[in-house]
């Protein structure tokens, strides 16, 4: 059974930088994706970014684009989400996902887990 653990929120200014952290483990084929969403106070979750595991392609929400940034330490079963120019708007609880069969970065996903706060303040 695939296994998903983050590290790596906290509390951060406006502008600053967090680097989120994803461990997933148990995987038996290369195929499918790992993916983080977040979900803010009475709002929905979200998909932010999600990898392909076959191919390294990363698909990101536009809301991100060109201050996320996904990558893979495939040797440590890692996938980190580097976030810089942090906003307030940013704020919410980022979960990290994986699904060894999915084509896309919107739910459901199969293993998630147990979130980790990130909190932007103005």
């Known amino acids: 059974e695939v296994r998903v653990v983050e590290s790596g929120g906290g509390l951060v200014q406006a502008g600053g930088s967090l680097r989120l952290s994803c461990t997933a483990s148990?995987?038996?084929?290369?195929?499918?994706?790992i993916g983080w969403f977040r979900q803010a106070p009475g709002k929905e979750r979200e998909a932010v970014v999600c990898?392909?595991?076959?191919?390294?392609?990363?698909y990101y929400a536009d809301s991100v684009k060109g201050r996320f940034t996904i990558s893979v330490d495939n040797a440590a079963n890692t996938v980190y989400l580097q976030m810089n120019k942090l906003k307030p708007e940013d704020t919410a609880v980022y979960y990290c996902?994986?699904?060894?069969?999915?084509?896309?970065?919107?739910?459901?996903?199969?293993?998630w887990g147990e979130g980790t706060q990130v909190t932007v303040s103005s």
């Open positions: 996902a994986a699904d060894p069969t999915t084509w896309y970065c919107r739910e459901p996903y199969d293993y």
């Open positions: 148990g995987f038996t084929s290369a195929e499918g994706r």
């Open positions: 990898i392909s595991r076959s191919d390294g392609s990363a």
